[in-house]
């Protein structure tokens, strides 16, 4: 079965970065698109982006531009999210979702919190 | 960026009631239209995509309807075990969009 399961929890430092990664299992890496959502109790849920994972290309809410980076790894099935210069308004749950084609969003990691705290 | 504005943002009903959740754009989205169902602790499920597909796996009781601007969740004939938190998306645009959700509970 589709499986996405994601990195354990974060506790950064303002001005740090962290990196996410979303391990996929149960079908085809590379025939479909990860995107990443971000969840917070004040602003709900917004979309970050989306990988291509087999070519790499991204494509990027303006919103999370300079914020979010977007990878994959092929060889371990894996897609990966760096989030940079961090602030406390980036402590969220995050999302990878399998995109793509087929229904949007049709699976999702557990989620990854992290918290941006000093 | 799309809006979509959902309602109600909270709904308390009886087992076996019919329930409506609704989601309206700010512009048209073609049908474009998912929802989701997100229990407490859990990531969102996905429950219908583009308007009134049903996603494989979930109940019947669960369609969805609409076109242009106007879209709704209907559960025909609520169960305990559907309390949660609903939220749609629309994909016909970028940036992709969500509505703030609807929590549900058991009257």
């Known amino acids: 079965q589709v499986q996405l399961q994601q990195s354990g929890a974060e506790l950064a430092k303002p001005g740090s970065s962290v990196k996410i990664s979303c391990k996929a299992s149960?079908?085809?890496?590379?025939?479909?698109?990860i995107s990443w959502i971000k969840q917070t109790t004040g602003q709900g849920l917004e979309y970050i982006g989306y990988?291509?994972?087999?070519?790499?290309?991204?494509n990027y809410n303006e919103k999370f531009k300079g914020k979010a980076t977007l990878t994959v790894d092929k060889s371990s099935s894996t897609a990966f999210m760096q989030l940079s210069s961090l602030t406390p308004d980036d402590s969220a749950v995050y999302y990878c979702a399998r995109d793509y084609p087929g229904p949007r969003f049709a699976y999702w990691g557990q989620g990854t919190l992290v918290t941006v705290s000093s | 960026d799309i809006q979509m504005t959902q309602s109600p943002s909270f709904l308390s009903a009886s087992v076996g009631d019919r329930v409506t959740i609704n989601c309206k754009a700010s512009q048209n989205i073609n049908k474009y239209l998912n929802w989701y169902q997100q229990k407490l602790g859990e990531a969102p499920k996905l429950l219908i995509y583009n308007t009134n597909n049903l996603q494989t796996g979930i109940p019947s009781r669960f369609s969805g309807s609409g076109s242009g601007t106007d879209y709704t969740l209907t559960i025909s004939s609520l169960q305990p075990e559907d309390v949660a938190t609903y939220f749609c998306l629309q994909h016909s645009s970028r940036p992709l969009t969500f509505g703030s959700g609807t929590k549900l509970e058991i009257k």
């Open positions: 149960g079908y085809t890496f590379t025939s479909y698109y």
């Open positions: 990988i291509n994972t087999g070519s790499g290309g991204t």
